[in-house]
């Protein structure tokens, strides 16, 4: 895994050559707020295209707030596990979407699920997995992690150590972590960079602490970014100072 020292200057070489890229459901329903956005998927598709032909191994795990969320059935009275469930089963919506949208390209894409539905997706099989990336295969990582009262933020850190991943990238509609909630406080500041106990100590909504804790246990930066720049995964990836990087001690 990659350490997490500061960002150096980008070159022409890939910083990271195994990512875990988490892109959220309100990222795919664009400006509409609900389902999947045709121009959003598209450029989703086409810039991991770019990315895959500098050599990087791609695998994905999307969320399913476009469609669902758990936390937000069970706050109405249903029961939280037959909610997040359901959560689980939006993700895998959004992932064969996306993995539509990539074989159009000509992407090579293998769906996995943490719950088995053998009809539309493979069983997620860790070694399967790296198998298919040191292939050239994109995975896409939907359903979770099989199990209620955990977020996909979490699958995404889980399956980044799992995967041995050198970095998590975080796609979100915000251009990076602000000391702040942006909507409601218009003076917030985006931070360029921060230490994993800083957020966890600040609780800073980069992602839940659970994540948060999984990806400083193992030593795996978080890079969040702006997904509807487009170009900023591989900028991510090359090393370009974009968004906010977490990792380990303060530096500023």
Request: aromatic share 0%; proline share 0%.
């Given at each position: 895994m990659a350490d997490d020292r500061s960002r150096e200057s980008p070159g022409t070489t890939p910083r990271y050559r195994r990512v875990v890229l988490k892109i959220s459901g309100e990222a795919l329903a664009g400006q509409a707020g609900f389902g999947i956005d045709p121009g959003v998927l598209d450029s989703i598709a086409r810039q991991i295209r770019d990315v895959l032909q500098l050599g990087v191994q791609i695998a994905i795990v999307v969320g399913g707030g476009n469609f669902w969320r758990g936390l937000a059935g069970s706050s109405q009275g249903m029961d939280r596990a037959t909610a997040d469930y359901m959560g689980m089963l939006a993700t895998v919506?959004?992932?064969?979407?996306?993995?539509?949208?990539?074989?159009?390209y000509g992407?090579?894409?293998r769906v996995q699920t943490a719950i088995e539905m053998k009809e539309v997706a493979e069983p997620y099989i860790r070694r399967k997995a790296i198998s298919h990336l040191e292939k050239g295969r994109v995975v896409i990582f939907a359903a979770g992690t099989g199990n209620p009262f955990f977020s996909t933020d979490t699958t995404a850190a889980l399956r980044a150590a799992e995967i041995e991943a050198d970095v998590m990238l975080k796609a979100t509609k915000e251009a990076g972590v602000f000391d702040a909630d942006p909507r409601t406080h218009p003076d917030a500041r985006k931070l360029d960079e921060i230490a994993y106990l800083d957020v966890l100590k600040r609780n800073l909504k980069v992602m839940d602490a659970t994540a948060t804790s999984l990806c400083m246990d193992n030593q795996i930066p978080i890079i969040v970014f702006d997904i509807n720049v487009y170009g900023n995964i591989q900028k991510a990836i090359m090393g370009d100072t974009i968004g906010t990087f977490v990792g380990g001690e303060s530096r500023g």
């Open positions: 919506i959004n992932a064969l979407a996306l993995m539509d949208a990539l074989e159009k992407v090579v894409v």
